[in-house]
């Protein structure tokens, strides 16, 4: 059993940055490929960065593409979301998932995730 906590959302500017962090607890942190999702008001999470277990790949939604980085340091079972240039549409609670079924993977499903932490909330405002 994996626990994820997120933390580092808060409220920001356009076009200011925010990084995210996911520290993992009680699994081994590099089995795992892990994904980054975004849920705002009643829709359904929707990816927003996955990157494989060695770091070593990396895939973005569009609207991430150039502005968002993840990036793992397993040494400290953490993952990071960096935002730059952030947008009001980037607002929502952001979520970090865990995927030990295929770690050299990168995948956009929510249902490919084993494991979810309870998320953290940024705001953009205009």
């Known amino acids: 059993q994996v626990r994820l906590v997120e933390s580092g959302g808060g409220l920001m500017q356009a076009g200011g940055s925010l990084r995210l962090s996911c520290a993992a607890s009680?699994?081994?942190?590099?089995?795992?490929?892990m994904g980054w999702f975004r849920q705002t008001g009643g829709k359904e999470r929707e990816f927003v960065a996955a990157i494989t277990w060695s770091g070593r790949s990396t895939l973005y939604t569009d609207s991430a593409k150039g502005r968002f980085t993840i990036s793992r340091d397993n040494a400290k079972n953490t993952v990071y979301l960096q935002m730059n240039s952030l947008r009001p549409e980037d607002t929502g609670v952001y979520y970090c998932?865990?995927?030990?079924?295929?770690?050299?993977?990168?995948?956009?499903?929510?249902?490919?995730?084993?494991?979810w932490g309870q998320g953290t909330q940024v705001t953009v405002s205009s």
């Open positions: 009680g699994g081994s942190f590099s089995r795992y490929a």
């Open positions: 998932a865990a995927d030990g079924t295929r770690p050299t993977a990168t995948r956009r499903r929510e249902a490919e995730y084993d494991y």
